[in-house]
């Protein structure tokens, strides 16, 4: 232990420690080993040791940010490479401009612990980075990939209370431990005390000299939440009634045959058939619903014609046979507007057309006639379906798979009723991205769902850990909210989940197949369900006024010299 003490003394030892931390990060993110998740409740204390040894030796904000910047580029570097597999340009920005965006929290963490003391410091820092975190769920170059509540998604049994904090608490819990753990090796003083009974400064902590009183704090914060989690988690019991549902993978390449242009395209009539006939294949007279993946009728359809549609025909005639089957597929879909003044932000224009919006859309055909509804994808993923304006230029070149472009969205989250109400099946269909963020899920169930559905394409991100991530992070949906789910993948993996986050049955990875499962349809509303998000928009307030008390203390100082050096 002495050792790793003083590994930060030595002129390269900012740069261990840093790499120490991001390794320590990546070691336990999904999708290695569950147990592995632990490391996350200390991944962050060589990060903590490496900043106070470099304040303690005077060194200047430039230099605090150069390091943590280090640390963090290397974690996302660690973690999503496998953006990459997209394009190598797309992938290296998508790493440099997320981490250089983290270094917001962890320097709003240096300044305020230089102004307003150790103490108020360190308390800020988890604060100020869940309020990041859930900007980052909300702005234009939205990312929440790394949130830290993702990291237990391989490792879901530690983190059953999530259906009373969401996602979100598992930050606070990370960084909670992580701060204590450090306090415990290092204690939270600047500088160490003059001698033993020499007094601390005002607003620094010294660790306890007694072991087990030193170390109390963090096992009880380490061991408590663990504990809860176990309670919950075994004391909970699904429910609901049981319907059959069919998710389909038609695992269409979609660098080599999805496409029109592609080297080995696969003519889209043949598309259709291969869905029809996996679907066919899967099917039992107690099949209620299928699910098709995202942008499987991929040609661009105008839902003001939908119906004259030869592809849609053939739909329509497949569900004539099956009585009782209902359908959502995803598809590509435009919607035109009448002039400039009624178009949307994101409308487009063509002579031939007028004003129109292009979307990722979930099409649900309830029955063989009746009237297809459209849910429109909403969380879009920033450089491939959603550009800002302000960026356009720049953003347009990071290509994460896809059509670069803006697509259309809508404001309210679309739940599709199925014929009949025993059992009361209400569809929440999340398109691919939109299942990594807890509130936005939970608007379905707000809205009425009884079983969430995923249609995805993770095949943009090969045989990586990409699609292994994604659908881990859907297990903690599924305990968000208590709903089962039912995911859909073109190419990754299709399965179904429990109201515990537990995997019940999955594909293989790039395999034509199918999966049916008896799931069961929850009414009832979780805490975090019926309250929404708590934590993180808590947080913004607080980060506010600590911002704010920052910069008073600032320019109210009556030091000059530490005003000069700021």
């Known amino acids: 232990m002495s050792s790793f003490k003083e590994i930060g003394n030595s002129n390269w030892g900012a740069a261990l420690l840093a790499f120490l931390s991001a390794g320590l990060l990546w070691a336990g993110w999904p999708v290695h080993p569950a147990g592995l998740a632990l490391l996350l409740l200390v991944a962050f204390v060589p990060y903590l040791r490496m900043e106070q040894l470099l304040v303690r030796r005077g060194a200047s904000g430039w230099k605090v940010f150069r390091y943590t910047y280090l640390m963090l580029v290397l974690w996302n570097a660690f973690t999503t490479w496998w953006v990459s597999y997209s394009t190598l340009g797309g992938g290296i920005a998508a790493v440099v401009l997320n981490a250089l965006l983290m270094c917001l929290p962890t320097m709003a963490f240096y300044h305020t612990k230089k102004r307003l003391g150790t103490l108020v ?31 237990f998604a391989e490792a879901n049994s530690l983190v059953q209370w999530y259906e009373y904090t969401g996602f979100l608490g598992g930050s606070v819990w990370i960084w909670l431990t992580n701060i204590l753990v450090f306090r415990a090796l290092f204690g939270l003083a600047m500088r160490p005390a003059a001698s033993s009974g020499s007094a601390t400064r005002a607003g620094e902590l010294l660790p306890r000299r007694q072991p087990l009183t030193r170390w109390l704090a963090p096992a009880l914060a380490i061991g408590l939440p663990m504990l809860l989690s176990y309670v919950i988690g075994s004391r909970y019991q699904e429910k609901g009634a049981k319907a059959e549902v069919l998710v389909i993978q038609p695992n269409v390449d979609p660098y080599q045959e999805k496409f029109q242009g592609t080297s080995n395209f696969v003519p889209y009539d043949e598309q259709l058939s291969r869905l029809i006939h996996l679907t066919e294949q899967q099917l039992t007279p107690q099949t209620k619903l299928v699910l098709w993946p995202e942008t499987a ?5 105008w839902e003001h014609l939908l119906d004259g549609n030869l592809k849609v025909q053939r739909v329509r005639s497949f569900l004539a046979q099956h009585p009782g089957l209902s359908l959502v597929t995803g598809m590509t879909t435009l919607t035109t507007y009448p002039n400039k003044e009624a178009a949307s932000v994101t409308a487009r224009y063509r002579d031939d057309a007028g004003y129109y919006d292009v979307f990722n859309t979930a099409a649900f055909f309830p029955t063989p006639t009746g009237k297809v509804s459209f849910y429109h994808k909403s969380r879009l993923v920033p450089g491939v379906e959603k550009i800002p304006p302000l960026l356009t230029r720049f953003i347009a070149s990071i290509d994460l798979g896809g059509t670069v472009g803006s697509y259309g969205s809508q404001e309210e989250r679309t739940v599709f009723h199925l014929p009949g109400n025993n059992p009361r099946l209400n569809l929440g269909p999340l398109i691919c991205y939109e299942s990594v963020y807890g509130d936005f899920v939970a608007k379905y169930v707000q809205n009425g769902a009884t079983l969430l559905g995923i249609i995805t394409n993770d095949g943009w991100w090969s045989d990586s850990p990409g699609h292994l991530q994604h659908l881990q992070y859907a297990t903690l949906r599924a305990i968000e909210t208590r709903r089962d789910i039912a995911r859909s993948a073109n190419t990754g993996i299709s399965a179904f989940i429990n109201q515990k986050g537990e995997i019940l049955t999955q594909t293989a990875w790039w395999l034509q197949t199918g999966r049916r499962y008896p799931v069961q349809l929850n009414t009832d509303l979780t805490f975090y369900v019926r309250h929404g998000e708590l934590i993180g928009p808590t947080t913004q307030v607080l980060a506010v006024l600590l911002l704010v008390l920052v910069i008073v203390r600032r320019f109210t100082s009556k030091n000059p010299q530490t005003r000069l050096s700021s």
Do not use: C, K, M, R
């Not at 909300?138 to 509540?149: A, R, S």
């Not at 009728?297 to 359809?301: A, G, N, T």
């Open 121 to 151: 410091g360190y308390v800020s820092l988890p604060i100020y980075w869940v309020a990041f975190e859930q900007l980052h769920l909300h702005w234009d170059l939205t990312w929440p990939w790394l949130t830290l509540g993702n990291g």
């Open 297 to 301: 009728l991929e040609e661009s359809y």
